[in-house]
């Protein structure tokens, strides 16, 4: 299947092609590199000059060309939230506007399940517990807040956490409960197992290469079984969803998918798996992003 995350009044994604993408992030167009465009653009040159901010590769070194209307930093309204956009010195600026639809997944498991707890006297006081792993700067884990689940978010940035931090106030989330860890992802399950912790839904978006706070290295075609095998030893008895992201590990969708078969056979339910896209304004083009696999009990 294909998730496409459609524009909305703050985010566009405007044309494409020859390696490139043309964004508009608020008032902000952005001219950024993208390997998978690999087709010609569709809107003339005129149009890719209006950028007010451009991603050079100049030699060994990146730059981004900004005119003067473009700020260090601005918040920007997404997917029911709000971010803090930022042009990184790799590209990126803080936001992967693909990933919106699987928020939205992981909010209507959330409040289909809190809704249920609330009115079931066995449950904990309609407690849900997520875990996000490479949690980034917090789309996910403030998806699941928003919904009512107490969110548990590990990155081995210190950078991305405070960036995190930032976009939980400017979402007005302040009093929801996350727990914002840095840490390396390997050594924090494996201190959770110890302490016989558990969740009921759990969210990754593993890259491929990666330092910890204390320069662990993180490869995953090395460390990804493990790091799957500890997530089981701490997924609750009534698990939610085990959603799996990827970006740029060059794997097939169909390689997580199979890390989560055996979580069907336990607890029932169904796994889903494809790609990650943005629709073009005004075409029929997709343009591709990454690949997730999820499974969810109530699927």
Not at 99 to 122: C, P, T, Y
Request: net charge neutral; with cysteine; hydrophobic share 35%.
């Amino acid at each position: 299947m294909i998730l496409v995350t459609s524009n909305e009044t703050d985010y566009e994604l405007i044309d494409s092609g020859n390696g490139k993408k043309l964004e508009r992030y608020g008032s902000v167009i952005m001219d950024r590199p993208d390997p998978q465009a690999m087709w010609q653009p569709l809107k003339d040159r005129d149009v890719w000059s209006t950028a007010n901010a451009v991603f050079m590769r100049e030699g060994k070194t990146t730059k981004w060309h900004n005119d003067k209307t473009v700020p260090a930093a601005w918040p920007m309204p997404f997917g029911g939230l709000v971010f803090e956009i930022r042009p990184t010195s790799f590209k990126h600026t803080g936001l992967f506007p693909e990933h919106r639809e699987n928020w939205k997944w992981m909010q209507d498991i959330l409040k289909k399940s809190l809704s249920f707890r609330e009115g079931d006297s066995r449950q904990a006081a309609g407690r849900v517990q997520v875990l996000n792993l490479f949690g980034y700067t917090g789309g996910a884990s403030l998806a699941c807040a928003q919904a009512g689940a107490e969110v548990v978010h590990v990155d081995g940035s210190k950078m991305a956490i405070g960036w995190a931090k930032k976009n939980q106030e400017l979402s007005g989330l302040n009093d929801k409960p996350i727990r914002w860890i840095l840490d390396d992802a390997i050594l924090f399950l494996k201190r959770e197992v110890k302490r016989g912790n558990t969740y009921d839904g759990i969210v990754m978006d593993p890259p491929a290469f990666g330092r910890g706070p204390k320069g662990e290295v993180w490869k995953i075609e090395e460390q990804f079984d493990e790091l799957m095998k500890l997530c089981k030893s701490v997924l609750s008895d009534k698990p939610l969803f085990f959603l799996i992201n990827g970006y740029a590990s060059g794997y097939s969708p169909i390689a997580y998918q199979n890390n989560l078969l055996d979580l069907v056979q336990k607890y029932g339910g169904s796994t889903e798996t494809g790609e990650l896209a943005l629709e073009e304004t005004g075409t029929q083009r997709l343009l591709p992003c990454g690949i997730f696999a999820r499974y969810s009990p109530l699927a």
